[in-house]
Antibody, heavy 123, light 106 residues
Framework: QVQLVESGGGVVQPGGSLRLSCAAS????????MHWVRQAPGKGLEWVAF????????YYADSVKGRFTISRDNSKNTLYLQMNSLRAEDTAVYYC????????????????WGQGTLVTVSS | EIVMTQSPATLSVSPGERATLSCRAS??????LAWYQQKPGQAPRLLIY???TRATGFPARFSGSGSGTEFTLTISSLQSEDFAVYYC????????FGQGTKVEIK
């Protein structure tokens, strides 16, 4: 069965950095685009970043562009999110999510989500 | 950016009653609209995609309709396990979510 397990969250000071990981299993990871979505405490869902199945295209929300970098290692079935210059407003649970369709060109919804990892930016 | 607006923010419904949730897009998203269900402390779960196709594991009391800019999620007879927050998401042009509708027990 499909499993997505995030890790790497924690408490970090403003201006600091953190790298999140998402370990995938139960499907052919290298065939699917992947996303990061976040949810601030008590708030709604915010799409953060996307990476194509082969890593050739990456897209970011304006709120994180220039500070966050999405990447993947298909040999390790793992998705990453490098977060730099963190701000208090980046405090959230970060979810990785899998696209529904293999080799999707970008117009795909998300069929599986991990359980999330909490990032707290505070001094 | 396509803005998704959900209404109402909170819907108070008695078990067994019908619930109707709305989602409006700031521009046409065709039928590229999904709904997700989220319960406290859990990840979102895909409920509806393509505006009206029910995902695996959800019963027929859940239905979605609409196209273009206006969409509806209907729960025909609310059960206790249906009380949750529901989000719509467009995937026609990048990906954006509505702010959510909380369905609570009346």
């Amino acid at each position: 069965q499909v499993q997505l397990v995030e890790s790497g969250g924690g408490v970090v000071q403003p201006g600091g950095s953190l790298r999140l990981s998402c370990a995938a299993s139960g499907f052919t990871f290298s065939s699917y685009g992947m996303h990061w979505v976040r949810q601030a405490p008590g708030k709604g869902l915010e799409w953060v970043a996307f990476i194509r199945y082969d890593g050739s295209n990456k897209y970011y929300a304006d709120s994180v562009k220039g500070r966050f970098t999405i990447s993947r290692d298909n040999s390790k079935n793992t998705l990453y999110l490098q977060m730099n210059s963190l701000r208090a407003e980046d405090t959230a649970v970060y979810y990785c999510a899998k696209e529904y369709e293999a080799y999707c060109g970008g117009d795909c919804f998300f069929d599986y989500w991990g359980q999330g990892t909490l990032v707290t930016v505070s001094s | 950016e396509i803005v998704m607006t959900q209404s109402p923010a909170t819907l108070s419904v008695s078990p067994g009653e019908r619930a109707t949730l709305s989602c409006r897009a700031s521009q046409s998203v065709s039928s590229n609209l999904a709904w997700y269900q989220q319960k406290p402390g859990q990840a979102p779960r895909l409920l509806i995609y393509g505006a009206s196709t029910r995902a695996t594991g959800f019963p027929a009391r859940f239905s979605g309709s609409g196209s273009g800019t206006e969409f509806t999620l209907t729960i025909s007879s609310l059960q206790s396990e249906d009380f949750a927050v529901y989000y719509c998401q467009q995937y026609n042009n990048w990906w954006t979510f509505g702010q959510g509708t909380k369905v609570e027990i009346k």
